[in-house]
Structure formats: C-alpha cells, structure tokens
C-alpha cells in the first residue's frame, strides 16, 4: 500500500471544507486524541471527541432509578455514568422539581 492510499482510507471529514477522502494522521494532543489534518484545505482537527455525549433517555433512567430509592452510587455502576454526572444530574432534578412548587 503506498501513502496515498492510506490517506484515502483513514476515516475522518474535515471541519472546515467537509471533505471525507484525503484526511492523514498528523500527530495526537496530550491526552492521546488522533489529530488529523485535511490534505485539500490543510486545516489540523481532532478526529473524535473524547467528550461523553448522552442522551435524555440516560437522565430520565437515573431520575426514575432515584425515585425508586437507589444510592447514586448503584445508578452509576448500573448505567455505566460517572456518580458524579449521576450526582449532578439528580441535584438539577430535585432544583428544576423545587422551582415547579
């Protein structure tokens, strides 16, 4: 395989002009993050975040799990969410169900 085909395989879509084929690795950040950089535009991103995204069928989980009376702590191995997400998120529900009152 020569270099050029290996940029065309990499998976990746650029930030600036969007464009899918052409993306080559291009180092990585601090915490270990794939860097890519578009070979047309030659902007530099990161491929994937490594920020978790969730949904709002995992918040209404965790607010029905604490209404049943379970430890944030059972929520969080239960659901696989951090107990300080968990934490946070039923701390927004008792204040958001306190100003409704």
Known sequence: M?????????????????????????????D??????CVPCGKRYVEKSKQNTYVQDDKENVALLHEEGNSSRFISRKLG???????????????????ES
């Not at 050029?4 to 690795?25: I, N």
């Not at 270990?32 to 950089?37: A, H, N």
């Open 32 to 37: 270990g993050t794939q860097i890519m950089q």
């Open 2 to 30: 020569d270099k050029e085909t290996v940029t065309e395989t990499l998976s990746g879509k650029c930030t600036k002009c969007f464009t899918v084929v052409l993306q080559r690795k291009s180092g990585k950040t601090s």
């Open 81 to 99: 969410i951090p107990k300080s997400t968990v934490s946070r998120w039923v701390k927004q529900a008792t204040n958001s169900l306190e100003k």
